[in-house]
């Protein structure tokens, strides 16, 4: 009998070492690397510029990769060019399933105005060079490797890990996100959700903090319209339409709008204020506190409009039409709006106010309902994902993490209105980058190979920390 006891408690025990190993043991990080720049490359050189957006050869890359390693793969499609891959890693159910978002298309390009060919993945001192290499292609790779990572690990899971890489996501979303939550939302729906629309911005080499987006501004598109009497361009009428256009856009231009924290924005001031000069530190102390608030909105307007743009509902004029001859005065001159909305924003109300600045009764507002992305409350700050980020960003980059809302917008409003708590998290890039021309959607678009590899390390902590089993059944 007491042989029989020891032998159950050493099966237990070794069980339980299992475990602990599976989840404590790390993988060969150098040989990562290097399979993460081989599929990250192979990715890259494969031109899935929207339009037209033919991401097949991409989802078919992917699909062969994770079929090799038995990994289960679904693909769905609106348009057979234009597919959306969904791999699975089955757990014991015991949790809600995790899922993993990356999108295959990337913006066009003018390949004249580059010094590397924009498909041509090059790598040069440390960079990596290509469309799509930080706008999406690097969380493509990443996620894929996760999976792979997850897979060989042989850990148990206690929920489903699901990644889903998606057609459309820049400007054709009726192929990806749309088309996947109408028609596919079973195959990914989940609890938590983890896509781009974060970092970690490095200045002069060293890193400020970690952004996660945990909600987003919504598009909200909206044209003025001005209609008058048309005539001869040599007899000025009051009722001219560009004139009544003009002075409208002026009207809304200098408008104001309402100040308005919700809870992400309120942590990320709170945070950054923590970390900032004390000049910096009583401005953002006075957007929170409301004391002398106006003065630290105007600092931002002029020195740091994307700080601007996070505190209300913002509107850009980025069209002017009207005339079609010098000597004609038109009928109906319009202007487009980009109105980028507080995801609570009462878009009805907002309208009817800014009728009221631009209070002429020759100018129509039309609002381009057609454009809008769905809104929904910000993910929360108290989840066990946004407590597993913190933590990864703390091992990995030893920073602190700011909770943002994007002024512009990704496919996880749609998650997030059907209830997913949704994160956006991406890898370090240098601030310089982007005026130097180097960033997203830029004529010399590249990532840090460095950057890239940590990244991987990262999602890998968050992932492993929330997915594998933290004791056995």
């Not at 690990?153 to 929920?159: E, G, I, K």
């Not at 308005?260 to 004390?278: D, G, H, M, Y």
């Not at 913002?314 to 109105?339: C, F, H, M, Q, W």
Request: with cysteine.
């Amino acid at each position: 009998m007491m042989k029989r006891t020891f032998y159950a408690l050493a099966v237990v025990c070794f069980m339980v070492g299992s475990v602990v190993n599976a989840q404590s043991k790390q993988p060969d990080w150098k040989a990562v690397e290097e399979e993460t720049m081989e599929h990250f490359q192979a990715i890259l050189r494969m031109n899935t510029s929207d339009p037209p957006g033919i991401e097949a050869p991409v989802v078919d890359y992917l699909k062969s990769v994770l079929q090799k390693e038995g990994i289960e793969v679904q693909t769905f499609a609106l348009d057979p060019n234009r597919p959306n891959l969904v791999a699975r890693l089955k757990g014991t159910g015991k949790k809600r399933p995790l899922l993993i978002m990356a999108h295959t298309d990337v913006v066009n390009v003018d390949s004249t105005k580059w010094t590397y060919p924009p498909f041509s993945a090059t790598r040069k001192d440390g960079y990596v060079y290509g469309r799509g290499s930080v706008d999406d292609k690097d969380n493509v790779a990443t996620g894929l490797m996760v999976m792979l990572l997850l897979k060989r690990s042989n850990a148990m899971l206690d929920r489903d890990v699901i990644f889903l890489a998606e057609a459309g996501e820049e400007g054709n979303v009726k192929y990806g996100i749309d088309y996947m939550v109408k028609n596919h939302w079973p195959a990914i729906e989940a609890e938590y959700c983890f896509a781009e629309g974060g970092g970690v911005p490095r200045t002069g080499g060293k890193i400020q903090y970690a952004t996660v987006a945990t909600t987003e501004k919504i598009p909200r598109g909206a044209k003025l319209v001005a209609k008058g009497i048309s005539g001869h361009g040599s007899v000025p009428l009051q009722s001219n339409a560009v004139v009544h256009i003009a002075q409208a856009v002026a009207k809304v231009a200098a408008w104001q709008t309402p100040m308005r924290l919700n809870e992400t924005t309120t942590a990320f001031f709170k945070r950054l204020a923590e970390i900032s000069t004390p000049e910096e530190t009583a401005r953002f102390q006075a957007l929170l506190n409301g004391k002398n608030a106006d003065s630290a909105q105007e600092y931002l307007a002029t020195k740091e409009p994307r700080y601007y743009s996070t505190l209300r509902t913002s509107i850009s004029p980025t069209i002017i039409k009207g005339g079609y001859r010098s000597n004609v005065i038109p009928s109906e001159a319009e202007a487009t709006l980009d109105i980028r909305a507080l995801p609570d924003e009462d878009m009805p109300k907002f309208l009817d106010a800014m009728r009221q600045v631009i209070n002429d009764p020759a100018v129509d507002i039309v609002s381009n309902s057609s454009s809008a992305r769905p809104g929904s409350p910000p993910s929360k700050l108290n989840t066990e994902a946004f407590r597993a980020v913190e933590a990864s960003v703390k091992r990995t980059y030893n920073t602190v993490t700011l909770p943002t809302m994007l002024t512009g917008a990704t496919d996880m409003s749609y998650l997030r209105s059907k209830g997913v708590q949704c994160y956006g998290i991406g890898p370090m890039t240098d601030s310089e980058d982007g005026p130097k021309g180097f960033g997203a959607h830029s004529d010399q678009e590249r990532i840090l190979e460095e950057a890239l590899h940590k990244f991987l390390r990262f999602q890998w902590d968050v992932v492993s920390s929330l997915a594998m089993q933290s004791s056995p059944e």
